[in-house]
């Protein structure tokens, strides 16, 4: 889980996108081919930038993997992406990328569903993606886009570094690496301070579930209306008997 600033981010470059790459679930859809892309606006386009993470593995079936992009200046409203892999290792299913102004809040839909791959389809590892129009967003699953970009919104606490002044999993880093109070458990090694977040967000997540399901034991049935069948008989008797005199 995390966010990736491209290795070749120019630091005096202080205009940034956020890029997310959604990797399909087909079997064999991840790569470890070295990917490319270009992204073009109505104002300018980028260089070749490289997609990557020397931390994390990317591009892995299924995965949704989020880069922060600097540029010298705003690139204005997109047109299209260009993306490639250079085939090194093997091929790859994308299905659609969102490229978010982290200035603006403006979000770009470009909408692949194909495979990069020599042995798939046309067996191009090169990709033109335009801009999808509504319709497109709508028909290509357009609730899930939703969700995954109001997953990954600046109030996400992986990006907040990029937009706000300070963030919960950023605050004390230096404090925290330099802390000798912690606990050690084989390889890893866990601080006061990881331990009392994950306590507050187990805490968070399990609170509303316990007090639903008390409250849902607390509901008794409603109670039902007894008939009284022996009585419904005698009167109905009644009625036909007095008819038949």
Excluded at 39 to 50: C, L
Aim: some cysteine.
């Amino acid at each position: 889980l995390g966010v990736a600033p491209l290795a070749d981010n120019h630091p005096n470059d202080k205009y940034y996108y956020q890029i997310i790459v959604f990797t399909g679930h087909r079997r064999n859809a991840r790569t470890k081919s070295k990917v490319y892309l270009i992204v073009s606006g109505d104002n300018d386009h980028t260089d070749i930038r490289p997609l990557d993470d020397s931390k994390r593995k990317i591009f892995q079936r299924g995965s949704i993997d989020a880069f922060v992009m600097s540029v010298p200046k705003p690139l204005g409203v997109l047109n299209y992406i260009r993306i490639w892999h250079d085939n090194s290792v093997d091929g790859w299913f994308l299905k659609y990328i969102i490229v978010r102004d982290l200035q603006t809040n403006d979000n770009f839909h470009f909408i692949c569903q194909q495979w990069l791959a020599i042995e798939k389809n046309d067996g191009s590892v090169d990709k033109l993606l335009w801009i999808a129009s509504e319709e497109e967003k709508q028909q290509f699953s357009h609730v899930l886009q939703k969700k995954a970009t109001q997953t990954m919104n600046d109030d996400h606490l992986w990006f907040s570094i990029f937009l706000r002044s300070t963030s919960i999993l950023y605050y004390d880093q230096k404090n925290e690496a330099a802390d000798t109070n912690g606990w050690t458990l084989g390889p890893f090694r866990f601080s006061k301070e990881q331990i009392g977040v994950s306590l507050v967000v187990d805490l968070l997540a399990v609170a509303p579930g316990i007090l639903l399901l008390e409250l849902f034991r607390r509901i008794k049935p409603r109670p039902t209306e007894k008939v009284d069948i022996t009585d419904s008989s005698s009167r109905k008797n009644g009625s036909l008997n007095g008819i038949g005199t």
